[in-house]
């Protein structure tokens, strides 16, 4: 009679894994950044403060928010001066689904820049690791 049992504890394990993995099935799920080099690393510890509850742990868009590594998030669509201008004045929504991005005040103009060259540095490692699965990042 035990046989039978193996499926259904199959089924409540997966789910449990799937959580564990924050559920997320987006495309960068299985990306993992190398270590993070000194220099960004105020700019990694800024971004998890402010940005991460949206845009994603390094971006890849597993919180509310979506993926910073995708190419839209690149230049020239996000030139590097719309990182101040997003996050003083908000952004509409434009290319995904979430809403607009409200504004967010308690960032300064210094913090916002040790963010962007963060992200600037995971945009990268995250077109390197695109290409090496066989494909330009989207
Ligand atoms: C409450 C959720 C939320 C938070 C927090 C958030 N964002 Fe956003 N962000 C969004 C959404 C939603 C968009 C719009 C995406 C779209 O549809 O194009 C966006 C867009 C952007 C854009 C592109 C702007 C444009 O005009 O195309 C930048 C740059 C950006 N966010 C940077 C940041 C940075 C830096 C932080 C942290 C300091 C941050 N965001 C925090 C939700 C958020």
Redesign the pocket.
Known sequence: MRFPLVPARGVPALVLLLLACGGDTGRWAAFVPPPTPAEHQRGERL?NT??L???GRAGKGDG???P?LDTL?HAP??PDS??L???RNG??????N?????P?NR?SDVE?EA??GY?RWVQGEGEAWARTRGGAPQ
């Open positions: 971004f402010y940005c509850s949206c845009h509310l928010g979506p910073m998030f669509t996000v719309m990182f201008v997003a996050v952004a509409k929504q434009k290319y995904y979430f809403g607009a991005m409200p967010l960032v916002v963010i962007r992200v």
